[in-house]
């Protein structure tokens, strides 16, 4: 038995602490995140440099070869600079469906370009009416006389102005909900048609609404199979929602450990407002919610981990562990958020401080790729149903 | 990461899981199920010793005085597969309160005299700390033991002590010197509940059970070699016992198992025509408690894990009480939602 990261992880680990703490503090964040792209490019060409966006990808396209734990051990670390540079969007998820796609054309142009920084990605999913269900689309690829054309809208496509290529999921057979008949598409985000309209999210990135007008694609451009793309989605998706929970999870503690420290320095009564039995009752709460978190994410990793050996055993299982964790890291940040922000008082709530920032990646993840209720609804699905 | 156990921990947890199998059968669990009264006296001791034949009655004593001589990984596979097969606990007073402190800081006479018995089950303790004045701030007790020829005079009152009314013997903290720092004047006193002048008053509690009881102590005189240690350096050996009281108690095997059986009730109990397990807002206040419940098994791993590579438990360890407990109560307050009307015509447990 054993929870601790190895010694390479912890490499990686201190190699992405030592970023934050020496070339990320607050004030930067604020310049890049108030400049016109709203990310520091030279910035990703020392994350290239550093190997971190080699993290997850195979050896045989120029990747560090890591699991979804090397993966975890980078997330926690940014989370704790709330880092706006893409890695979530182009690394984990953009990234994540490419390695799961069987293109071997694809994969061997794009992840290249990933590794070495020249290719921003992101996943085209969401539409206006689909809520969390990502099944629910009618963005439609119809086949024509050299490949498909796609037409149809996409929404909230994280750091979509920014993007190089697109990751899009559309209709190629099927009904609006259907599972099957789903298809991902590689698309240039210059490609003739596709028009993105950006604008900046609460959380400091930003986020674009595209349509996609005749946009004429060739089979070379499927990721997998035509009609499969939720087989690539969902062999992807509990990785993703273990890096985004380990994001959260830097972010809980980080705020943890501002909230504890500003309450030794802060005098009220003539003495530090930490002396109080009512606060720190609060802080006990968030510390708690702080570790069971952390919990869920170990459960989590040590079940895929299972899972990679034996998927056929270990697939029902990670799954649980994951709806458990994505709600779990939604009702608990929302506790740590909101405590942190009510126990510094007026200044918890200005925008020249820190917490606030925090709390607000905090708001975007929780309705990445599902919020608290979603999670748990799919949790008492596998969990309740046919027992 | 992983929470794989080695071939051998393996092995043990096999042999643990065969012998509760064989041991532990439907009939000793029924005679264990009341949690009061004589008979339930009479089947834990059965069981118990049952525990001490096998020698398993002691695992967190030295192995000199008994104890098993178990890694830190072998008892925590006991305590995992004892709360798996629904077992309850050892009596802890004897064994895991008082034991602990006169092996630590007894003489080797009281050693010889008591570690048998506790072992043997032979005889029972209760715990003599609290008194009506003295809850929390326990060193404002006030009990007193006045040292005369061999004897100490002891008069005061203990309350809330479990199991009083079955024990031959009993472990206080008494006042033993005034008017200096209130933790400096206290000691630790061994005292038989056959002494004249000591007497038990029950406190029935509201669940109608009977487990709770005062003590009385009118000029009890308790012989000078019950003292454990020095006069007045009680303080510092309670301490010690309390931190003691204080490691494993996240009970997660034994709200795993409550947790499957409220599922399998709430599949069987139809409200409408469809069973409570299918019911939306059912299903979502039963993942509350599982998701936690699943949180709480890993942090248990993670203290177990860094204590079994040699380190000291961390703060996180006090969130395995504080989320233990909660969880076992949302789990008991589940099951009397589920049980609906019957739930008010209950005397005890659901069965």
């Known amino acids: 038995m054993n929870f601790e990261f190895s010694e390479e992880q912890v490499m ?10 020496d070339e990320y503090d607050f ?15 030279d910035f990703w060409t020392m994350f290239a440099e550093l190997g971190w966006l080699s993290v997850p990808f195979e050896e ?23 880092v706006v540079e893409p890695y979530v969007s182009t690394v984990v998820i953009f990234g994540g469906l490419l390695s799961a796609a069987t293109n071997e054309e694809l994969k061997s142009t794009y992840i290249p370009k990933i590794i070495d920084g020249s290719c921003l990605g992101s996943f085209a999913f969401l539409e206006p009416q689909s809520r969390f269900e990502i099944a629910d689309i009618a963005t439609s690829a119809t086949v024509g006389k050299d490949g ?16 190089d290529s697109l990751i899009v999921a559309a209709r190629t057979s099927g009904g609006q909900f259907d599972r099957d008949g789903i298809s991902l598409f590689m698309v240039a985000a210059d490609a003739p048609g596709v028009s993105i309209n950006s604008y900046k999210t609460m959380d400091g990135q930003s986020a674009s609404t595209i349509n996609f007008n005749d946009v004429l694609v060739t089979e070379s451009q499927l990721l997998g199979t035509a009609g499969q793309g939720m087989e690539i989605v969902d062999q992807v998706m509990p990785n993703i929602l273990l890096a985004l929970s380990a994001e959260a999870l830097g972010i809980m ?21 930490s002396s109080f039995q009512a606060l720190q009752h609060r802080m006990v709460d968030t510390f708690m919610a702080c570790e069971q978190t952390k919990s869920l994410l170990y459960r989590g990793l040590c079940d895929a981990n299972k899972a990679a050996v034996d998927p056929s055993v270990g697939t029902a299982e990670l799954l649980k562990s994951v709806h458990a964790l994505k709600a779990t890291v939604a009702k608990y940040g929302k506790l740590i958020g909101e405590e942190a922000i009510q126990i510094h008082g007026g200044i918890g709530i200005t925008d020249e401080l820190n917490i606030g920032h925090y709390v607000k990646r905090l708001m975007t993840i929780n309705v990445t790729f599902g919020d608290a209720d979603f999670h748990q609804k799919k949790f008492n699905q596998l969990s309740y149903s046919n027992f | 990461m992983d929470i794989n156990f080695s071939a051998q921990d393996l092995e043990f947890r096999d042999d643990v899981r065969a012998f509760f199998a064989s041991e532990y059968d439907a009939k000793v669990a029924e005679s264990l199920s009341s949690g009061q009264g004589e008979d339930y006296k009479e089947a834990i001791v059965v069981w118990q010793k049952k525990l001490h034949a096998k020698g398993w009655i002691a695992p967190g004593w030295p192995k000199e005085y008994g104890g098993t001589g178990w890694s830190v990984t072998q008892k925590f596979i006991y305590e995992t597969e004892r709360g798996a097969a629904g077992i309850p606990d050892v009596v802890p007073f004897g064994l895991k309160m008082v034991a602990p402190v006169i092996y630590t800081f007894g003489s080797e006479e009281q050693k010889a005299k008591f570690l048998p018995r506790i072992l043997s089950s032979e005889d029972w303790w209760c715990q003599g700390y609290s008194e009506p004045g003295a809850g929390s701030d326990l060193a404002a007790l006030s009990t007193t033991a006045e040292y005369a020829g061999d004897n100490y005079i002891v008069n005061g009152r203990k309350i809330w002590t479990t199991f009083a009314q079955f024990s031959d013997w009993i472990f206080c903290l008494v006042r033993t010197s005034k008017d200096v720092r209130k933790q400096q004047g206290i000691s630790f006193l061994l005292i038989d509940m056959n002494t004249p002048g000591v007497s038990v008053k029950p406190i029935p509690t509201i669940d109608g059970k009977h487990s709770l009881n005062e003590v009385l102590f009118e000029d009890a005189l308790v012989p000078r070699e019950n003292l454990i240690g020095e006069q007045d350096k009680g303080w510092t050996y309670a301490k010690a016992l309390l931190a ?31 069973p409570m397990l299918d019911d939306p807002v059912f299903q979502m206040r039963l993942s509350d408690i599982e998701m936690q419940l699943m949180a709480l098994e890993y942090t248990e791993l993670r203290v177990f894990a860094s204590m079994a590579a040699g380190g000291m438990p961390g703060p996180e360890s006090s969130l395995l009480k504080i989320k233990g407990t909660e969880i076992s109560q949302s789990i008991h307050e589940l099951q009397l939602q589920l049980a609906a009307y019957y739930g008010g015509a209950l005397q005890g447990d659901l069965s």
């Not at chain 1, 004030?27 to 490019?41: F, L, M, Y």
């Not at chain 1, 396209?61 to 980078?74: I, K, P, T």
């Not at chain 2, 009281?245 to 499957?260: H, Q």
Request: proline share 1%; no cysteine.
């Open chain 1, 27 to 41: 004030d930067t964040r604020r310049k890049i995140i108030d400049s016109e792209e709203g990310i520091n490019r």
């Open chain 1, 253 to 273: 503690a980080t705020l943890n450990a501002i909230t504890v420290d500003y309450t030794k320095t802060r005098q009220q009564f003539g003495t530090p407002i």
């Open chain 1, 148 to 163: 498909y054309a796609i037409n149809g809208t996409k929404t909230v496509v994280f750091n979509g102005a920014s993007a």
């Open chain 1, 12 to 21: 990686i680990k201190d190699s992405v602490a030592r970023f934050v703490r």
């Open chain 2, 244 to 274: 003691h009281e204080r490691t494993g108690m996240a009970e997660v095997a034994d709200s795993k198992r409550m947790l499957s059986n409220l599922k399998q009730r709430a599949a069987a109990e139809v409200n409408g025509g469809q």
């Open chain 1, 60 to 82: 045989q396209y120029g990747g560090f070869g890591g699991s979804v734990e090397d993966l975890v051990a980078v997330m926690e670390e940014l989370g704790k600079g709330i």
